[in-house]
Structure formats: C-alpha cells, structure tokens
C-alpha cells in the first residue's frame, strides 16, 4: 500500500465533513478559512497582486517556508493550497513524524513525478529537523520531485539549512491584529453551520475584546477561549457572556483587559512607579498581574529597558544589559518559561539604586539643541583632511588628550554660547559616586593645566 493512498489529491480520498464531524472538531479547525476569500490578515503577502496570492493563484511550483508567529495561519494556507492545487498534497509534522516515513514519502514522489504527477509535501514545525535531516529534502526540491512547504515559528536563517533556504521562497506572517481577531470572534459566534451559532449565545464588544487581547495576535488561542465560555455559558443556561464567566472558563481569575484601555495604563504605571520606588514586591505583583492579564511580554520588556535607562541610568548601568538579555531570554523562551526572565529584571531594577540624572542631563541638551541657535562647530575642534581645510585653520588649536597631563586638557568642546554649560550631575548613589568623583579629579586636572 502507498503512503499516497487516503491523501488530499487521490480519487479515493473522503474528508470528514459532515456535521457530526464537524461538531466534534475544536472551534478553530471548524471554523479554518477554506479559501483565501475566507482567510483574514496576512494582506502584505495575499492581497491581489502581492507575491504569495500570486504564487498560490497561479499554481507556481516553487518550495516555500512560511515564517510566523502560532496561530497566523501557516497551516492553513497550507491546506487552501491542498483544496486548489493539482498536486498530490502530504502532511507531515515534524514533531510528530520521523524522517525515515518523510523520505518514503520522497521517493515515492520522485516516482510519481517520472508519470507526470506531483507532490506537495508540507511540514510543520520544520525547524525541529536538525540540519542533517533537513539535508534529506534537498535532492527532491532541487530536481522537482517534490514542492515542500515548511513551517516554522523559528527564524529560519539560523534553524534551516543555507542549502535548502536557498530553494525556497520565505514569507514572513504577522501576527493578527486585535481588530482581526475581533472580526473572527464575532463570525465564529453567530456562525450555525461551523461556528457558536447554534448556541444562541451574545456577547458583548467589551468579553470579545478581552479575547482579542487575551489572544495576543494567536487567533487559535482567541476561538479557544470563545468555544470554552461559550460551552460554559450554555450549561449555565446563561445567555450572554460576561467577564467574570470568561475568566471561569479560562480557569483563572478574571485579569483580562483592552491593552489599549485605561487598566492597561493603570498597570503599567503601577509596574514603574513600584520599581522607581525601590519595591520589588510591588514590582512583581504588577508583572504578574499584566502578564496574566494577557499583555504582550515583549511590551513589558521594552519597558523594563526604557525603566534601566530612565531610573537607574549609570548608577547601575548593568542594568541595561539585565534587561536587554531579559528580553532576549523572554525571545527565546516564550512564555511562561520566559516570563521568569522578566521577573528577574525587574526586581534587579527595583533594588539596583537609582538615578535620573542622566535622564535630566539629556533633557536639558535637546532643550538648548531646539532652543538655541545651532552654532559652527569650532575649528579646533574640525577635522582637516585637506590641505584648505588646514589653511583655513581647521583643526587649529586642538589639543590631544593624550600629550596632557592625566590625558585631560582645558580645551573647551561646547559652542561658545554654551561654554561653562554643566548637564550631567551625577549623584551619590552607586556607580555614580565614582563618576562623580571622576569629574571632580578631571575638574582638577584641568585647572592644574590652566597653571
């Protein structure tokens, strides 16, 4: 028997739609876009006469890698390929699936390619081949026996091979929009045939936007929790959602809020605050808090670095490079695993002492940069490449740090309507104390120079 036979393009191939069928698939496969007319985001690549619309429209033979975040519809566009082309279409997954049944699969395409026929071989989660297996595909998609689609949320010029990601065309999916979601939560709700409608249960906009935002750009995420209160909802005998009955579905407390909602502001600046103030309790508290309420980890990270540079500065410069490798780690991970990483950050920035001085320092010069007039900058300070610049005095007086004693000179370096300016006005607390110190002996330095 053909690893071919029972496959989406053989004659003999059924697929189970029937209602009972359809009722007891999970509300995201049931309600999947069969066609690109029903396929929602991704308008970069599928809008007409973009590349991918017309690479599917016209049935092009080129291999693909799908490059996206969970729950943008890489398997799905995968599968509207599989209703419209003229190919035979195979679906592995890598996490699933050895390589030893893909390359049966191969060679039999590779027979079947002699007659004429071709195949399309998909694989999820691609990345989970390691790059000698990955090395198996190439003779087939170089020779046309196969077309592969590959999947992944991976980047993949550092999880496939150079080889094969030369063969393929890769096209980046986005994660949806809340607004996106929205519109599929709302169909999916009054949908009879394949979606809730049948339950006849509401919802107002304001649960519809918590899923939105609870589903973070995932929209298998966003019907899962639609189908879960729903289906509470209806063994209630309640016919309306409300917050409360979706955050029982969800089995956890109701946190769920609009990231672009006042509660949204609320938290964040309750985070920050509690940081500035030196409470890592506080601090964890309000992390935690927004990422149970579904907010984007990545948002908080970015905030954590912009909280290293704005109330820690170089009192602990550190801390930038804490939370910069916080975020990569939350990159990594994702969450829960990554979330750990930003807790770590943020109680080190809620301990690490504080300091706005460089924060008041850069105010001050973007103030007097718009505010006064942008004066020459003075020759001596100019290079002089050429021999007019140098007639002209460029570079004329400039005075090399590194002939003076201590390596400081009394040379000015400030335009001279800004000369005796002081921005920068560290404090006393932690790597501060040093610099402060610093300047004073450079101060010093100067004026024993002067003498």
């Known amino acids: 028997m053909s690893l071919f036979d029972g496959m989406p393009g053989d004659p003999s191939y059924a697929k189970p739609d029937t209602q009972t069928d359809l009722r007891q698939r999970p509300l995201a496969e049931r309600m999947r876009p069969r066609t690109l007319e029903e396929f929602v985001g991704q308008e970069h690549l599928l809008a007409p006469g973009k590349a991918l619309r017309v690479q599917l429209e016209s049935d092009d033979a080129n291999s693909m890698i799908l490059w996206g975040?969970?729950?943008?519809?890489?398997?799905?566009?995968?599968?509207?390929?599989?209703?419209?082309?003229?190919?035979?279409?195979?679906?592995?997954?890598?996490?699933?699936?050895?390589?030893?049944?893909?390359?049966?699969?191969?060679?039999?395409?590779?027979?079947?390619?002699?007659?004429?026929?071709?195949?399309?071989?998909?694989?999820?989660?691609?990345?989970?081949?390691?790059?000698?297996?990955?090395?198996?595909?190439?003779?087939?998609?170089?020779?046309?026996?196969?077309?592969?689609?590959?999947?992944?949320?991976?980047?993949?010029?550092?999880?496939?091979?150079?080889?094969?990601?030369?063969?393929?065309?890769?096209?980046?999916?986005?994660?949806?929009?809340?607004?996106?979601?929205?519109?599929?939560?709302?169909?999916?709700?009054?949908?009879?045939?394949?979606?809730?409608?049948?339950?006849?249960?509401?919802?107002?906009?304001?649960?519809?936007?918590?899923?939105?935002?609870?589903?973070?750009?995932?929209?298998?995420?966003?019907?899962?929790?639609?189908?879960?209160?729903?289906?509470?909802?209806?063994?209630?005998?309640?016919?309306?959602?409300?917050?409360?009955?979706?955050?029982?579905?969800?089995?956890?407390?109701?946190?769920?809020?609009?990231?672009?909602?006042?509660?949204?502001?609320?938290?964040?600046?309750?985070?920050?605050?509690?940081?500035?103030?030196?409470?890592?309790?506080?601090?964890?508290?309000?992390?935690?808090?927004?990422?149970?309420?579904?907010?984007?980890?990545?948002?908080?990270?970015?905030?954590?670095?912009?909280?290293?540079?704005?109330?820690?500065?170089?009192?602990?410069?550190?801390?930038?490079?804490?939370?910069?490798?916080?975020?990569?780690?939350?990159?990594?991970?994702?969450?829960p695993e990554g979330d750990l990483a930003l807790a770590q950050a943020a109680a080190y920035l809620a301990l690490a002492p504080k300091s706005n001085a460089l924060y008041t320092a850069y105010g001050a010069v973007t103030r007097d940069v718009e505010q006064t007039r942008a004066e020459p900058v003075p020759l001596h300070l100019r290079n002089a490449p050429t021999r007019l610049m140098e007639s002209l005095d460029y570079g004329k007086g400039y005075r090399y740090a590194h002939d003076e004693h201590g390596a400081v000179s009394d040379m000015e370096c400030l335009p001279p309507g800004l000369i005796g300016r002081r921005y920068y006005q560290p404090t006393d607390r932690g790597r501060e104390k040093m610099l402060q110190q610093r300047m004073e002996e450079i101060a010093n330095i100067r004026k024993r120079n002067r003498t």
């Open 69 to 335: 975040p969970p729950g943008v519809g890489k398997t799905t566009l995968a599968k509207i390929i599989a209703h419209t082309t003229q190919a035979t279409f195979i679906e592995f997954s890598a996490v699933v699936s050895g390589i030893k049944e893909i390359k049966q699969v191969m060679s039999e395409a590779d027979t079947a390619a002699s007659s004429g026929m071709r195949t399309i071989l998909f694989i999820d989660e691609i990345h989970r081949f390691n790059r000698s297996q990955q090395d198996a595909f190439l003779p087939y998609v170089e020779r046309g026996a196969i077309r592969l689609i590959g999947a992944t949320t991976e980047n993949p010029s550092f999880e496939l091979n150079a080889a094969l990601l030369s063969r393929c065309r890769v096209y980046v999916l986005e994660a949806l929009t809340d607004e996106q979601i929205l519109q599929l939560v709302q169909n999916a709700l009054a949908e009879k045939e394949r979606g809730l409608g049948g339950f006849g249960i509401t919802a107002g906009d304001d649960v519809l936007h918590m899923i939105a935002s609870y589903a973070n750009g995932d929209v298998r995420r966003a019907y899962n929790a639609l189908e879960a209160a729903t289906r509470l909802a209806a063994s209630l005998g309640v016919e309306q959602l409300d917050s409360k009955l979706l955050g029982d579905a969800l089995q956890q407390k109701t946190l769920l809020y609009d990231k672009s909602g006042e509660e949204h502001y609320n938290l964040i600046s309750a985070l920050h605050k509690s940081i500035r103030n030196s409470d890592p309790d506080a601090a964890l508290y309000w992390l935690a808090r927004m990422l149970r309420s579904g907010e984007d980890p990545m948002y908080l990270a970015r905030r954590l670095v912009r909280m290293a540079v704005e109330d820690i500065g170089l009192a602990a410069p550190e801390a930038l490079n804490l939370t910069l490798s916080a975020r990569d780690a939350m990159d990594f991970l994702g969450s």
